[in-house]
């Protein structure tokens, strides 16, 4: 007869195809069934945090729901910080946990249910009962709230006979958000303005992209004649991308944001103009009106003079319908402006004053070297901003930081693994920095095993700590805790089956060049150990030091 941990495998199996996970006793009938008994894949990662990582950069890169699982106890707190950047970033998923027994605690145990909903994770605990039915719950829950569900099975439930897995419900899941009989007046007097606009700008962030709006965007670009833009999170998503800025804020080009500032009318779209987006309030002109455009309450930052609370997808297609009811044309500025002058960056020095290689500089050559199939993962740390600032990615599915919503590092390993079997034919570029790798390497052997000949770290090796040093250095603290002795990265890829390169100057990228040309199924996975100076400092970290000077 099924089991309990049969009946929640074979419901998840149902919707879900990946499973990132480590087992151990509290969830190790699970992985049993998920093997012997469904098609569902499952993919074993070296730290529990990881298995929730994979799981997120899954979705983020697919769209699609995944799962991760853990053991009880230490198990399952490991995950935590994973949970809470995906809680704060919105990303839905499905957490199966071993848990105490019915019985009660055990002299080990910890509160599970209180340790989730500390970081803002909803619990659903499964019976002999009603497996299935509170597996589906746990979905329907995830996906349509989109945040991550913890699924718990009690450790003396999960291999108790429960009879035939029974049809569980579907998932019901919310329509698209429509604007309110108000909402519908506000974008009838939105379209009017953008008619009369004369220096339209679209915005664009992730909300935007999980709506489904890129195509409607356009539209609406194409209609007013607006310059677009995105978040970091929604870059790639206006199809035209011979009138896009790039993305805005600390990571934009300075002549791009210049360009910004000269807006009369911008709207937003599914993005929540946090700080770093805002240039800490500088974005925008104060005679920019701004509107702004979410499924959140209210608007999110005090710059917004209007809001339309709706989905993008929906409240962009009615302003094009309304843009063509009053007969608008476009407005003709994007086609006045030179957008790729104002997108171009500074190449470096090559070598900077300390001898060291310049980050700008290998960046900018990296990206003439990478794969134009390349779905990049980014871990947190001063680097953040060369990937985002020098590697184009052809949409927000090829683009992902995982940690950034929590302020976390250490993600970027397994990172890796989500993407890679989201898209198994893509190459996967992880951008990380020594700090976050060494934070991460439990799961370095999980990323050389699961992209093999598609996959490929970039690690910015400063030796330091380089956002810390940026900021408290500059203010005089003690530097000694800010610094890291010189760590072989390369050393450490090839001692799991990859490839390591040293790159002290720009010739030694030349290795690149010669991988990316190889068959991905014969080349090794590779790493690149670049040792870069930490004397050019990114310029969202110059903004992030003014502001808290």
Known sequence: MPSVSAHVAATLARHIDHVFGVMGNGNAYLLDALERETSAAYTAMRHEAGAVVAADAFHRASGRLAAATATYGAGFTNTLTALAESVQAHVPLVLVVGDEPTSGPRPWGVDQIALASAVGARTYTVGRADAAATTVIAIEHALAYRVPTVLAIPYDVADLEAGPVPQAPEPTLPAPLAPSPFGAVA?????????????????????????????????????????????????????????????????????????????????????????????????????????????????????????????????????????????????????????????????????????????????????????HDRVVVSDGGHFIGWANMYWPVASPDRMMMVGTAYQAIGLGFPSVAGAAAAKPDSTIVLTTGDGGGLMALADLESAVRTARGRGLAVVWNDGAYGAEVNLYGLKGLAPEPMLIPEVDFAGLARSVGAEGVVVRQLADLDRLATWTAEPAASRPFLLLDLRISTSVIAPYQQEIIRVNS
């Open 187 to 371: 974008v009838a007097e939105l379209a009017r303005v953008l008619r009369d606009a004369r220096r339209p700008l679209l915005l664009a962030g992730r909300g935007a992209w999980v709506s489904g709006a890129g195509a409607a965007l356009g539209e609406l670009a194409d209609s007013t004649g607006a310059v677009t833009a995105s978040t970091a999170l929604g870059r790639g998503i206006f199809p035209r991308a011979e009138f896009d800025l790039g993305v805005t804020g600390g990571f934009g080009a300075e002549g791009a944001m210049a360009l910004v500032h000269e807006a009369d009318v911008a709207v937003v779209f599914g993005a929540s103009l946090n700080q770093f987006t805002m240039r800490f309030g500088e974005l925008f002109s104060p005679g920019t009106r701004v509107v702004q455009v979410d499924v959140a309450p209210a608007a999110t930052h005090p710059h917004v003079g209007g809001f339309i609370r709706g989905d993008a997808t929906v409240v962009a297609s009615a302003l094009v319908d309304e843009l063509r009811a009053l007969g608008a044309a476009p407005s003709g500025w994007r086609e006045s402006v030179d957008i790729a002058a104002l997108r171009a960056r500074e190449r470096g020095e090559g070598v900077a004053s300390d001898g060291r290689l310049d980050p700008r500089s290998a960046a900018a050559r990296i990206a003439e070297l990478l794969p």
